[in-house]
């Protein structure tokens, strides 16, 4: 194979890297890198450039991403996601159509977000979520972000649940961007 770029449908329970891992040994090829990072619990499209085809990974990666999911409210997790230990929990209260939109748009354009501890950003050399397993909490700069497009939506009575839509530039954490909906609600 000279080159290219394979769309992967990446399956929960494993990490972007560990699918690219396996592509490699399963093809003997020397290059292959993904653009950008699903969490290890996401499921979905994992495009991957594969040797000369990483050539135009840097144009690729700069590009908006768009992801589909579900927030669950009333609780908080130490991950920010269903696999993380509850650190607090809240009742929950209906919300209307009318507040999810207002709220939508106010997340809307660019902004600053801070990493989330359990991430793969580096800090003098060691993955937050190794420190975060430590138990060490470190301060993090928040990074520019743009939110182009969020849509949400009731799922379940009484609102427990929302759907979401978010069409994003690289670097946004959805998890964070789920907290702060939360919060905002």
Not at 39 to 60: H, K, N, V, W
Request: charged share 25%.
């Amino acid at each position: 194979m000279s080159g290219g770029i394979l769309l992967v449908d990446k399956p929960g329970g494993c990490t972007s890297a560990e699918v690219v891992r396996r592509l490699k040994r399963a093809h003997r090829l020397r290059s292959v890198g993904h653009l950008g990072t699903l969490d290890p619990m996401a499921t979905g499209l994992l495009p991957l450039c594969i040797e000369s085809g990483t050539r135009i990974a840097q144009f690729l990666a700069a590009e908006s991403k768009a992801y589909i999911g579900r927030i669950r409210f009333g609780l908080a997790t130490d991950t920010l996601d269903v696999t993380g230990q509850t650190v607090r929990t809240s009742p929950i209260r209906a919300v209307s159509d009318a507040e999810l939109d207002e709220v939508s748009r106010g997340f809307l354009g660019d902004r600053m977000q801070v990493p989330p501890m359990y991430s793969a950003v580096k800090i003098a050399g060691r993955p937050l979520h190794e420190l975060a397993r430590e138990g060490i909490d470190v301060e993090r700069a928040a990074r520019p972000i743009r939110i182009d497009f969020l849509k949400l939506r009731p799922v379940t009575s009484p609102d427990a649940e929302i759907a979401f839509e978010v069409h994003c530039t690289k670097g946004t954490y959805v998890r964070v961007l789920a907290e702060e909906i939360g919060d905002a609600l």
